[in-house]
Structures are given as structure tokens and as C-alpha cells.
């Protein structure tokens, strides 16, 4: 049998805060080191903090539009949904993971056509 998980995502906001997803361009998604502490600190420190950084970063301090990505929140992809008219709910799938059952399963769905 083969497995999988899925995970879905609406960008919706709740409160004053909107989380942050990263820093984007055309090309990718990288994360601010201080989102990524956030993200592994035990003290309740939320993503959607307004205090992570509203700037663009570059990352190999070139100043290439390839390496330069700009902070996205719920908010601002919402904003740009509902201007392009493009884009929606976000799924993740996982990998298939192939599991040997240790009995075979019988499934019966009963008489189809009649």
C-alpha cells in the first residue's frame, strides 16, 4: 500500500498580525534567520510577528535580481490574488512511502452496475 501526506493552506489571517511566508522572488523562497529561530524557539514567539523584517534581502550581496527577495506575508499575497486574479489555497503533498502490510487488505465495494 502506498501512502502519502497532505497538508492544505488558505492564507488566511486571524488578529492584526499576518504570518510571514518567507522572503520570495521569481525564482524561490528563502527564509530570514530570525524567522527560522522563531520558528524553532519553545517561547511562543508567533511567525506573524509585525517585528521580523518588513525589507528586502539579498543573499549573495550582489545586488543581482536573481538574489534579492522581497518579505511576504498572508496579507500580501491575498493583495495580489485578489489584483491578478491568479492563485488560490496552497496544497503540499508528501512523497508516496511504500508500506508492506503484514496481511493483505480485502476491500469490498459491493455490486457497481447491476
Known amino acids: 500500500m502506498y501512502v ?14 499576518s504570518q510571514y511566508l518567507g522572503h520570495w522572488n521569481k525564482t ?28 528586502p534581502i539579498d543573499i549573495a ?8 527577495y522581497y518579505p511576504i506575508r498572508n496579507r500580501d499575497f491575498v493583495v495580489w ?13 508528501s512523497d508516496l512511502k511504500l508500506i508492506k502490510l503484514s496481511m493483505p487488505m480485502v476491500l469490498d465495494f459491493g455490486e457497481v452496475c447491476q
Do not use: C, W
Not at 530570525?34 to 525589507?55: C, I, Q, V
Not at 550581496?61 to 534579492?68: E, H, M, P, Q, S
Not at 489584483?83 to 496544497?91: E, M, V
Open 61 to 68: 550581496g550582489r545586488l543581482l535580481v536573481k538574489d534579492i
Open 28 to 55: 524561490g523562497v528563502v527564509l530570514h534567520p530570525a524567522a527560522a529561530l522563531a520558528d524553532m524557539s519553545k517561547s511562543g514567539y508567533e511567525l506573524g510577528n509585525e517585528t521580523l523584517p518588513p525589507f
Open 4 to 17: 502519502y501526506a497532505r497538508d492544505s493552506y488558505s492564507f488566511n489571517d486571524t488578529g492584526v498580525d
Open 81 to 93: 490574488r485578489q489584483k491578478k486574479g491568479r492563485g488560490g489555497d496552497f496544497l503540499v503533498y
